[in-house]
């Protein structure tokens, strides 16, 4: 079966960094992408990965290697409104997206 | 640029109501739109994926009777929540994609909370 693992739950300091991960096993990949989503809210798009490496995006980062089918998220300089739930999803081989259940991270101040 | 709009954002009808929700791709033509189904603290479950101009493919245990979807255009594609009842409620968001394959990521609309009294 497919399936995609990420912590349910991370705490973490204001103006510190977090990197929260996600290993997947599909059928088939063709890239990953994570979301952020405030409570109540909608996702909407991070990032997205295709080839193994290091995409950076201002203050979040994100890196996959496919030969582990690994994957993590990284935030930096957080700030309060970082509070969020993270998505990490995967595209498989019949460009279906596959979603973890999310990582909700809580920044104390 | 790739902003959806779901319309309308809150609703709250009686049970025995069929509730209409749409989502338009605002700035580009979505050959594929996504219906997701969202419970508090749970994460998001795809119900369908529609396509233009062709029937909806309805994931596992969705009832096609029950959540009707058209996609009429490359911008719009509507949800209808057939005789709604209290278990229905739930937060649906749409989403959008420029091509079914291929990398593009899926752009959001602000979801539609559903309450069925």
């Known amino acids: 079966g497919q399936n995609i693992d990420q912590p349910t739950e991370m705490t973490a300091t204001e103006g510190a960094i977090v990197q929260i991960n996600c290993t997947y096993q599909t059928s088939g990949f063709n890239g990953l992408f994570w979301y952020q989503q405030h409570a109540g809210e909608a996702p909407t798009f991070l990032s997205y990965n295709v080839l193994d490496g290091l995409e950076e995006k201002g203050r979040f980062s994100s890196f996959l290697s496919r030969s582990k089918g690994y994957s993590y998220l990284l935030l930096k300089e957080l700030q309060m409104k970082d509070s969020a739930s993270y998505l990490c999803?995967?595209?498989?081989?019949?460009?279906?997206?596959?979603w973890g259940a999310g990582t909700k991270l809580i920044i104390k101040p | 640029g790739a902003v959806v709009s779901q319309h309308p954002s809150r609703v709250i009808c009686k049970s025995g109501t069929s509730v209409k929700i749409e989502c338009r791709s605002l700035d580009f033509q979505a050959t594929t739109m996504f219906w997701y189904r969202q419970f508090p603290k749970k994460s998001l479950m795809l119900m369908a994926t529609?396509?233009?101009?062709?029937?909806?493919?309805?994931e596992q245990g969705v009832e096609k009777d029950k959540f009707l979807i058209n996609h009429a255009s490359l911008t719009l594609s509507t949800l209808t929540v057939t005789s709604a009842h209290p278990e229905d409620s739930s937060f649906y968001i749409c989403?959008?994609?420029?091509?079914?394959?291929?990398?593009?990521?899926?752009?959001f609309g602000d979801g539609t909370r559903l309450s069925i009294l």
């Open positions: 989403s959008a994609s420029l091509q079914g394959r291929g990398g593009q990521p899926q752009h």
């Open positions: 529609s396509n233009e101009g062709s029937k909806a493919t309805y």
């Open positions: 999803a995967v595209m498989d081989s019949n460009y279906q997206l596959i």
